[in-house]
């Protein structure tokens, strides 16, 4: 990672843009350290299939009818065809997570490079952590922040099991993945699962911000990145299951943290009036991965990208306060 790197959005990977992230055979290192963690046992690959979800394969329109960010590429709208796959209920929680450190040993990078990105609304003292990326005073760079230790030292995940793993990089979500036997959803998928059987509606539940019922999302209210009036019950990550699930079953789709997919960054696959394409899995090059859904920390009046469509993208090696993940896996 690198401290100065801006990002491309304000609750984004903060680790991203031109120049920025490991260099190729630090990334190399860190991706042979991923896909080289011993497998779990039969039983424990068994229980964690067996959480995931089913999404029904089918032709679905991916992407937005128009952009607001037209450098995310998420518009026009396209028709895809995806096979039926397996998707996990909610993002990987800290409890799941240490269950596979304690198993494999496994060291996040934030973890091997010995800092991470926090919101400033989380630092107790700001004045001892100067270091932010340019122009963005809001991320800080903390010493000893990780997944264990979600604002630095003094925290615990202890504290907050069924929360969303955090400071998670994309080698990281893949290492853990790895170990289950599953993988990370491709892009497609993701946004088939999170659309839960809607079509052309901005959110997992319709095309309201916040329904009637109530908020059903976990972003930002208030005065960004100065006040957050919690008006849906948090201020940071909320546990998973805060939520009521999609058609599909799935929690937190859009809001809380940004979940890393399988693809690397660039157009949506496909083109507008083509014939679907099947399973695509993104382009075969590039450095930067793809986030989705959107964080805590979104905002209407500077970073709405809590949608469906929504997406960001940061290099593989990138942690925050709001990146996580989930699992997927293929049907048969």
């Not at 893949?174 to 959110?203: I, N, S, V």
Request: proline share 8%; charged share 20%.
């Amino acid at each position: 990672m690198d401290s100065e790197a801006a990002p491309k959005a304000c609750c984004g990977g903060v680790g991203q843009g031109a120049g920025c992230g490991a260099g190729q055979g630090v990334g190399d290192a860190f991706e042979a350290a991923a896909l080289s963690v011993p497998a779990a046992d039969a039983q424990t690959r068994a229980a964690l299939r067996a959480e995931l979800k089913p999404i029904p394969g089918g032709i679905f329109e991916m992407g937005a009818r128009q952009s607001r960010y037209p450098q995310d590429l998420d518009s026009p709208r396209r028709k895809l065809r995806v096979s039926p796959f397996l998707m996990a209920p909610t993002t990987v929680t800290n409890a799941q997570y240490a269950r596979f450190v304690a198993q494999t040993g496994y060291r996040t990078v934030a973890e091997a490079e010995g800092w991470s990105f926090v919101f400033h609304l989380f630092v107790a003292d700001l004045a001892a952590a100067p270091v932010h990326p340019a122009g963005l005073p809001w991320w800080r760079q903390i010493e000893g922040a990780c997944w264990q230790a979600p604002e630095g030292p003094g925290s615990d995940w202890r504290e907050r099991p069924d929360h969303p793993a955090i400071h998670i990089s994309w080698y990281d979500a893949l290492a853990y993945a790895t170990w289950a036997g599953l993988r990370l959803p491709r892009e497609a998928e993701w946004e088939r699962a999170a659309r839960g059987g809607l079509a052309r509606m901005k959110f997992p539940w319709g095309n309201t911000l916040v329904p009637a019922e109530g908020h059903a999302m976990n972003t930002w209210q208030g005065v960004f990145p100065e006040e957050n009036s919690a008006e849906d019950g948090h201020v940071g990550p909320a546990p998973v299951r805060s939520f009521a699930a999609n058609g599909y079953g799935l929690h937190e789709m859009t809001g809380n943290v940004w979940e890393w997919v399988q693809d690397r960054f660039g157009p949506l696959p496909g083109r507008p009036g083509a014939r679907p394409v099947l399973d695509p899995q993104g382009p075969g090059e590039g450095e930067e991965r793809v986030q989705r859904g959107g964080s805590f920390l979104c905002h209407e009046s500077y970073c709405d990208r809590y949608h469906v469509h929504s997406r960001t993208r940061s290099h593989p090696d990138s942690s925050t306060s709001n990146s996580g993940f989930r699992v997927a896996a293929d049907a048969c």
